[in-house]
């Protein structure tokens, strides 16, 4: 019996093993496509729950854009001209508005000499996210789980946080700079898979769109709690480590570890009563003679011990989905950062930025529900290129933000839009193209992947401020390349989420017979 429960758990296909015809053993799947229903109450709930923590993910990634924003200036005496360069001027002659503390950039005087170290904590920041979702990763897959992982991130994200507000000079701020990185970094990848492995298979993408709307909300709340905070950098730190703070303290222990990862571990026990959980919310009642399929011991642990590296179609796949991340990382993160090169109100572009992310959400989670990944994904990337491209024509240098420049704003929106809906398809994609047992750490691999385009990004950012037409030609020539790595992806809508690499080997080399966007 036990061969046969782990042979319908390594082909996925088994419609269930009796036991002295009274127990009925059936994988996590396929329990909840037949029993607990693939997307209802309890897991709507729990997709919300997970999903909030997105904010502080978002709030901690994109303060910078104003904590460490050159911020306005104006002259003291006659031998000051507002026309020329600051550089140009004696330290007496001019003086920051709203005082030395409004930002990193003043009150440590990131300008002229300086102006390349006003970008290296942004940049240290993502290397710390990239350092840090490789360690999450695995602890998600291999020894903590989803949940315990989001916590531990949570509250690790919450002290770095505060601690940069307590920063001496620019290095102490940039090395603290690193840590929130590699703290905050555990949120997405875990908060993702956490929630899409506790529903049915086609309600994966939609589901996964929850998180990037939060995202969005974090996005939206910062010009909020920015603008109050204006005249202090470091207050505006304080304020964003205390949410993820009370979020571990009130909402965590109210989630449910992943099913999936816990029949995997051979937790069979604890899967049920997740499972039940579900059913129950959802009205409905699971048979007492049914359990969860678990790999035997042996085989759990060759399963575990797999890796990206050994199977050739895999690493394949991995450093394709690496490139892609580099180049979309590169442009959504860039694009946000890129702002303050615009030639209008900072408070104002960012929220309009924000508000392009919700539309992109909802955009992305209806064509998910109906469209293949690939071209999805291929075409938003081409679009946020196009877009990024025209915003060239009218990037004309530092104009005045009273005038503002319409044109260049719409491009730019259009084109964050694209990147963003690009960025989240992109996670989608990844969560369904490997296998359960390793599902966390290629998420991670992609999450680094885009962490390191992110840590460039912030370099061209404060080179886009002698000439803003540089950084964004180079964001349109980076999305457009990225949409067209994915050409060696395969098709993943509708497809089970298989266990181990080898089962999804053998499973995608049968559907492939039948259905040709299917290949290794």
Not at 314 to 337: D, H, S
């Amino acid at each position: 019996m036990e061969a046969e429960a782990e042979r319908l758990v390594g082909d996925g296909k088994g419609l269930g093993e009796r036991e002295g015809d009274s127990k009925v053993v059936l994988s996590v799947d396929e329990i909840i496509e037949e029993y607990v229903g693939s997307f209802g109450f309890s897991q709507l709930l729990h997709a919300f729950l997970v999903s909030l923590a997105w904010m502080f993910d978002s709030q901690n990634t994109l303060v910078t854009i104003f904590s460490d924003a050159q911020p306005s200036w104006r002259c003291l005496d006659s031998s000051c001209s507002i026309g020329k360069s600051f550089c140009e001027l004696s330290p007496d002659s001019w003086e920051w508005v709203g005082g030395k503390e409004t930002s990193t950039v003043a009150e440590w005087n990131l300008i002229c000499d300086h102006k390349f170290r006003a970008g290296i904590p942004a940049s240290l920041f993502f290397l710390g996210s990239l350092f840090g979702s490789a360690v999450h990763g695995r602890l998600a897959d291999l020894y903590l789980g989803r949940k315990k992982t989001v916590l531990f991130s949570c509250l690790l994200t919450s002290i770095t946080a505060y601690l940069t507000s307590l920063a001496p000079n620019i290095w102490i701020y940039a090395l603290l700079r690193f840590s929130n990185g590699f703290a905050r970094s555990g949120i997405g990848i875990c908060c993702l898979v956490l929630t899409t492995e506790a529903v049915g298979r086609k309600k994966r993408g939609q589901v996964g769109q929850y998180g990037f709307f939060f995202f969005s909300v974090g996005f939206l709340s910062l010009p909020l709690m920015a603008y109050p905070t204006r005249h202090s950098w470091r207050t505006l730190y304080k304020l964003i480590s205390l949410l993820p703070l009370v979020y571990s303290l009130l909402i965590i222990p109210f989630i449910s570890e992943s099913p999936r990862w816990l029949a995997l571990k051979g937790r069979s026990g604890e899967a049920m009563e997740v499972l039940n959980k579900y059913a129950k919310q959802n009205g409905k009642t699971l048979p007492v003679n049914l359990a969860v399929s678990t790999p035997s011991e042996s085989k759990q642990n060759t399963d575990l011990n797999e890796s990206l590296w050994s199977k050739g179609w895999a690493t394949k796949r991995v450093i394709n989905v690496m490139a892609a991340g580099f180049g979309i990382g590169f442009v959504y993160y860039g694009i946000q950062l890129n702002v303050e090169n615009l030639n209008f109100d900072l408070y104002y572009s960012v929220a309009l930025n924000a508000l392009m992310e919700i539309p992109a959400v909802f955009i992305g989670s209806v064509l998910l529900s109906f469209t293949n990944r690939r071209p999805l994904f291929s075409v938003s990337a081409y679009i946020a290129g196009i877009s990024c491209v025209l915003c060239v024509i009218f990037a004309s240098g530092k104009k005045s933000k009273s005038k503002g420049n319409w044109a260049q704003l719409s491009w730019e929106a259009v084109g964050f839009m694209a990147a963003s809906m690009a960025f989240d398809v992109m996670y989608i994609y990844c969560v369904e193209l490997f296998p359960t047992n390793l599902r966390n750490i290629a998420v991670s691999m992609l999450r680094q992947a885009l962490m390191l385009g992110a840590a460039i990004a912030p370099l061209l950012v404060v080179l886009g401020r002698l000439s803003p037409a540089i950084s964004f030609l180079v964001f349109g020539v980076l999305a457009i390349f990225s949409g067209l790595l994915t050409f060696w992806l395969p098709e993943t809508r509708n497809t089970p989420l298989y266990d181990t690499l080898e089962q999804q080997e053998k499973e995608e080399k049968l559907n492939s017979i039948s259905d040709p966007e299917i290949e290794l």
